[in-house]
């Protein structure tokens, strides 16, 4: 069986070079990537300048992988969560964050994800599959026409882990970043991962502008092994340097979060513990109470433990944000999303 290719993961050269491969003049790749990429279009028949011929062909080699709108919600902050199903029936979603001045769209990029991380309900479903490209970047296209909105941020930290799709994701963000496309640039595009080595320096390799967003969530290696099992194989002294190595090449701070859990990670000790370790680390550190999941067995950390947390990093001249929890009451906050837990 032959195997259709996805024509919404092609870089616009790429369907050049099918043109050829066709026998179809290249102006008309041009033109199929801009209704794609550029206009949103996933229905041969919406392509209208293209003649019937070349649908036609296209029809027979290549897909442009759905992404049906199944269900969203909305939440009190004005946070969106869009869930869709693929060609194959299995479900993913999308977060659309609103803040006073622009939208920050959170994406997904595998159906679960194998990491396990304790905190993380996508953990929970374990890896089903690796989403293509044309399914990463159609659930920008979808919501930024559906909505009508032009997202100033698009940041991978919705359903998996994107260094461990590594090959798609920096489609998407090359797709993304194109001029007849969506026109979202590097520098606005934030890869949030938990620690996968080999990737962080091949991103570095590839000199990206991306943010590196890295899940601390501990200061020592026996604590962030017990909250993420990945800490055994890549431990933090390892990972340190692989964003070291990230932030030479890139220039670019990199983001630490750091999710407090309820007498797990969130005492002074730790604190102090986790300002030693940054110390003059080129980073910025995300602090956030840990969002509730379905079965965890924890609690996110009370406003005073925040409070202390903040304090104790402050001093130390580490810059530090605390990140307000967005859409926990439509389990759309970090660390929520899992469709099957959505399911009634
Ligand atoms: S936090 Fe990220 S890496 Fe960990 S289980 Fe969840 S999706 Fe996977």
């Not at 070349?54 to 009190?76: C, M, S, V």
């Not at 964050?97 to 990029?109: A, E, F, Q, R, V």
């Not at 559906?146 to 090959?167: A, Q, Y």
């Amino acid at each position: 069986m032959e195997i259709r290719q996805d024509l919404r993961g092609m870089k616009k050269e790429e369907i050049v070079n099918l043109m050829e491969e066709i026998k179809e003049p290249s102006f008309r790749g041009e033109q199929v990537f801009q209704w794609i990429q550029g206009r949103g279009v996933s229905k041969w028949e919406q392509m209208h300048n293209l003649p019937q011929g070349l649908k036609e062909k296209l029809a027979t080699r290549t897909f442009i992988p759905p992404l049906k709108p199944d269900r969203e919600w909305e939440g009190q902050d004005g946070t969106r969560k869009f869930l869709f199903e693929l060609f194959d029936g299995e479900k993913i979603e999308s977060v659309l964050l609103k803040h006073p001045d622009h939208y920050t769209l959170c994406i997904s990029t595998q159906v679960g994800c194998r990491f396990n991380c304790l905190f993380c309900a996508t953990g929970k479903m374990g890896l089903k599959r690796n989403l293509m490209a044309g399914e990463i970047t159609g659930q920008v296209l979808e919501v930024v026409f559906r909505e009508k909105i032009k997202p100033r941020n698009v940041v991978f930290m919705g359903m998996g882990e994107p260094l461990d799709n590594l090959e798609a994701v920096l489609k998407t963000i090359y797709l993304l970043g194109d001029q007849q496309g969506q026109n979202i640039g590097q520098r606005r595009i934030t890869i949030s991962t938990c620690g996968l080595i080999p990737e962080i320096n091949r991103l570095a390799a590839l000199e990206l502008q991306c943010v590196l967003a890295i899940s601390l969530n501990a200061p020592a290696d026996d604590l962030r092994s017990k909250l993420m099992p990945i800490n055994r194989t890549y431990p933090l002294e390892e990972l340190l340097r692989a964003c070291q190595n990230y932030f030479t090449t890139s220039g670019r701070r990199i983001s630490f979060e750091y999710a407090l859990i309820k007498g797990i990670n969130d005492t002074p000790d730790h604190a102090h513990h986790l300002a030693a370790l940054l110390g003059k680390f080129p980073a910025h550190i995300n602090l956030l109470p840990a969002n509730p999941i379905q079965h965890a067995g924890f609690e996110g950390a009370g406003e005073e433990t925040l409070k202390r947390f903040l304090s104790i990093l402050e001093a130390s001249g580490l810059p530090v944000t605390v990140r307000r929890s967005r859409g926990q009451d439509i389990q759309a906050a970090c660390g929520q999303l899992n469709p099957l837990e959505g399911e009634d």
